[in-house]
């Protein structure tokens, strides 16, 4: 069986954000659990949720958050497992405060990030990271990117049949 993923979100907010990343597990068969935790309200559950992932089943870790968007990089303090980040776009900046906060690391604590509000991104990532150790995993991986790129050859093919 997979490893599980662990989705944690620093507010009910982002929620809605996420969706798209628990529906893409859910088509891969990842099992996974959804979090909400705050790297600056509730650290402690923070820290012990990262330091108990591995034990608990988990191979790799989603944190979304917006604003100062410290959950990935706490969170990855406390783990050797992957931590990808989703910055959440935010009405100050559009997301860049995020973004920024979740790729300015220091050395020794990388944390993946994907594009602000990148879902989507997230979950294809870490099924790619968990697909390292799961065969299974990895063949619908593949079926998964030979899909993709069905559909675009399918949307090139098309437009060159159109009349401009």
Avoid: W
Wanted: proline content about 4%.
């Amino acid at each position: 069986m997979s490893k599980k993923v662990a989705i944690v979100m620093g507010s009910d907010s982002d929620l809605d954000t996420m969706r798209p990343c628990m529906k893409r597990l859910k088509e891969f068969g990842v099992p996974f659990e959804t979090r909400i935790i705050s790297a600056h309200r509730t650290p402690a559950a923070a820290e012990a949720l990262a330091s108990g992932a591995a034990e608990a089943g988990f191979g790799v870790i989603i944190a979304a958050a917006g604003k100062a968007a410290h959950l990935a990089g706490v969170l990855a303090a406390y783990t050797t497992l992957p931590v990808i980040g989703v910055p959440i776009k935010t009405s100050m900046m559009g997301g860049l405060d995020s973004l920024l906060s979740m790729v300015q690391m220091p050395k020794g604590i990388p944390v993946a990030c994907v594009a602000v509000d990148g879902a989507d991104n997230a979950a294809i990532l870490s099924v790619q990271m968990l697909a390292l150790s799961d065969a299974e995993l990895a063949g619908r991986l593949g079926v998964f990117k030979a899909q993709m790129a069905q559909e675009v050859m399918e949307k090139d093919q098309k437009i060159r049949m159109e009349e401009f």
